[in-house]
Nanobody, 131 residues
Framework: QVQLVESGGGLVQPGGSLRLSCEASGFKFDDYAIGWFRQAPGKEREGVACIGNIRGRTTHADSVQGRFTVSRDAAKNTTYLQMNSLKPEDTAVYYC????????????????????????WGQGTQVTVSS
């Protein structure tokens, strides 16, 4: 049974940092790319970052480029999203998800970080950026 558990969210002041974690279980972690998404109240879910499974190729949305960094630790079956220079507009529930493609094709899901190319989802973790 695929399970993704996000953690690390919280309340932070503008300009602050948080590191989100996504712990995976129930599937072969190295076969999948992992995407991070967020959804703010009243808005559609948007792709934030993605990391491939073989070479660890990363993709970041323009809105977070240079501030957020996605990484993964295969030994811990965990993906991270390091978020720096946080802004109030980063406030949202953050989710991680597995690619629908696997193995050598998994990184395809990272193109455009389109949620239609992702399958299983975690329950999300709330990030609030406010003074």
């Amino acid at each position: 049974q695929v399970q993704l558990v996000e953690s690390g969210g919280g309340l932070v002041q503008p300009g602050g940092s948080l590191r989100l974690s996504c712990e995976a279980s129930g599937f072969k972690f190295d076969d999948y790319a992992i995407g991070w998404f967020r959804q703010a109240p009243g808005k559609e879910r948007e792709g934030v970052a993605c990391i491939g499974n073989i070479r660890g190729r990363t993709t970041h949305a323009d809105s977070v480029q240079g501030r957020f960094t996605v990484s993964r630790d295969a030994a811990k079956n965990t993906t991270y999203l390091q978020m720096n220079s946080l802004k109030p507009e980063d406030t949202a529930v953050y989710y991680c998800s597995t690619s629908v493609f696997v193995r050598s094709s998994a990184v395809t899901s990272c193109m455009g970080i389109d949620e239609r190319l992702f399958g299983s989802w975690g329950q999300g973790t709330q990030v609030t950026v406010s003074s």
